[in-house]
């Protein structure tokens, strides 16, 4: 943004702020320590850190530092985290998507995200690479310069494997890549000691980096400011229908082959695991549900896409089971021959 228009922002303001008021979003997986960096960085003792393994933030909070950086007002959002399995997912939608939808009717400009990541993870989850695909499809490509791809709870002594999961990290298209290629950025965060000047000093810096870059809109915003569509049309809405239709699709596969191994095992213990890995299929396919009628009753237009496929289907559509629904809903979204139902 040129001078001349912060000058003119300046001069827009009621009297009350000093400075232009810029927001950042920082979201990644549950746990990673997003509440920790907002906390270090503001010094508000009132934003809960988790300690146990059960998601902390569940409710969207925006902590505003307490002085400007770079002369500008900062707001941190703290995301409620994307959980390790499907579960919340719907919820991190409707709540990161309401957000942003809010943000734009408010005139709240949005520096950037920063995405944080637990260095100390051994292993890319499906989810993990699923919030990245989120993440990408939310934000869209001309936003990617506005997002920092964050590490922390880097070990002291350094430990090399987490060099080298951090080059794995940079290097993969389906991690960190794409984002890094056009644009994103990536910095580690050393906070050894939560609430020390050392890692205020370190999260302030970080800060200062984002705002080094124009506010900017996110891909969600264009699509439903300017091209006019629902929520439910967006990319990052495909984005999270596909990901939860091939979750249930794949334990699908698992329920109906543990089943046949169960049937056709012959010593009682065997059968018995094979039972239990089908019943798992199951439970979690249940919460794959759930996660459904959340988006159903949360995402403007999903509901209506579903409802009105199920209707012009009849009994048919229905009776197949939620996985039919789904197919109909993922081939309507992704551009198939149903049409908009009428
Ligand atoms: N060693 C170390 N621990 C950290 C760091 N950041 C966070 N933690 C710890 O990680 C745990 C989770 O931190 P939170 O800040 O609550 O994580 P969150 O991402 O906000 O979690 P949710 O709100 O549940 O999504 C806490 O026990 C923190 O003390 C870090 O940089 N280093
Ligand atoms: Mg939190």
Redesign the pocket.
């Known amino acids: 943004m040129s001078a001349g228009a912060i000058d003119l922002e300046m001069s827009l303001m009621d009297g009350r702020h000093s400075c232009p008021k810029r927001y950042i979003l920082v979201t990644?997986v549950?746990?990673?320590?997003?509440?920790?960096f907002i906390a270090n960085a503001t010094g508000d003792l009132s934003v809960e850190?988790?300690?146990e393994l059960q998601?902390?933030?569940a409710a969207i909070q925006e902590v505003p530092l307490p002085e400007p950086v770079n002369g500008f007002e900062v707001v941190l959002v703290d995301m409620?985290?994307f959980n390790d399995t499907y579960e919340g997912t719907g919820l991190g939608l409707q709540l990161m998507t309401e957000w942003l939808e809010n943000a734009f009717k408010n005139l709240k400009r949005l520096s950037g995200i920063i995405y944080i990541h637990n260095i100390t993870d051994t292993r890319m989850l499906d989810t993990t690479v699923h919030v990245i695909d989120l993440l990408t499809a939310i934000c869209g490509e001309s936003f990617a310069p506005n997002i920092m791809l964050l590490s922390?709870?880097w070990s002291a002594p350094k430990d090399d494997r987490e060099i080298v999961r951090e080059k794995q990290l940079i290097n993969k298209f389906d991690f960190w890549g794409s984002l890094i290629k056009n644009g994103a950025r990536t910095s580690r965060?050393h906070?050894?000691k939560?609430f020390s000047e050392e890692s205020k000093v370190e999260a302030k810096d970080i800060i200062a980096k984002m705002l080094q870059i124009p506010h900017n809109l996110t891909q969600f915003q264009r699509e439903i400011f300017e091209q006019g569509k629902l929520p439910v049309q967006t990319l990052a809405c495909r984005t999270v229908v596909t990901y939860l239709h091939n979750a249930e699709a794949k334990l699908n596969k698992e329920e109906q082959e543990a089943t046949i191994k169960a049937e056709e095992e012959t010593s009682p213990s065997m059968k018995f695991v094979f039972y239990k890995q089908a019943e798992r299929a199951r439970r979690e396919k249940e919460k794959i549900r759930q996660e459904w009628t959340i988006l159903a009753t949360a995402i403007r237009g999903i509901g209506y896409v579903i409802a009105g496929l199920a209707e012009r289907a009849g009994q048919h559509l229905t009776c197949g089971g939620i996985l039919f629904l789904t197919e109909a809903v993922v081939e309507w979204l992704n551009g198939g021959d149903l049409e908009y139902p009428e």
């Open positions: 990644g549950t746990g990673t320590g997003k509440s920790t850190i988790g300690h998601s902390k933030t409620p985290g922390n709870m965060y906070s050894h939560p």
